[in-house]
């Protein structure tokens, strides 16, 4: 695979989200719930089985799962929450994509364009940054642990795209195919370090690393605020944690 590597940002990211799993799982549930609204059968609904997989991989008991179900599938009272996604650039040109889930549009708009304004960003025209991305399932394993080798035989055979060792084994795959591949390297035995459906940047941007740094902080604010879910971005790491991405 040609390109950067994924690990150091969802390695950042999800360091970030392990030191604050009470929001962790906040964010979770409410995927959960809004995933439920097309059916509480996980398996009869790809994307509430998404939700259920990122769920366990957080450890978060299964009768929180079972009430954030039924809570999105209307067998209990619960909120309503509504799906947005904000468009952005960061200082030098770092594309933002922000996606949310929130039971007050008004109060989500508004925090967001208040980060971004203190952190110089901007709001993009609708499209402008989408295009940007790709989206791709990404399982990535301890290359301690593992070789590409012995991944690349299992991977491939499912479905995989792509397989690239960045000292973690990062396994890239279509997200129609990335169950079928995630459940073949689990049935081998091999444990994963992430397991996720992303949104990949096509091409990354390297900036001096005070900028960078600046970036990161506007992303992590974005990031605390309950009603956002996912922050991608196309901000070459390396030059923060001297990681050839």
Known sequence: MSGHSKWATIKRK????????????????????VSARSGSSIEGNARLRMAVLKAKAANMPKENIDRAIKKGAGEMEGQEFVELTYEAYAPGGVA??????????????????????????????????????????????????TTEDAVMEIALDAGAEDIVDNGNIEVTTAPSDFEKVLEAINKAGLATEMAEVSLIPQARVVLEKDIAEKIIGLIDRLEENDDVQNVYHNLDLSILDGEEE
Request: charged share 30%.
């Open 14 to 33: 999800k360091g970030a989200l392990d030191a604050k799993r009470g929001a962790v799982f906040t964010k979770i549930i409410k995927e959960i719930m």
């Open 96 to 145: 933002l994509l922000v996606e949310t889930l929130t039971d007050n549009k008004n109060r989500t708009a508004a925090d967001v364009r208040m980060i971004l304004t203190k952190g110089n960003g901007q709001l993009a025209t609708v499209g402008s940054v989408t295009r940007l991305f790709d989206r791709k399932g990404l399982i990535v394993l301890d290359g301690e642990k």
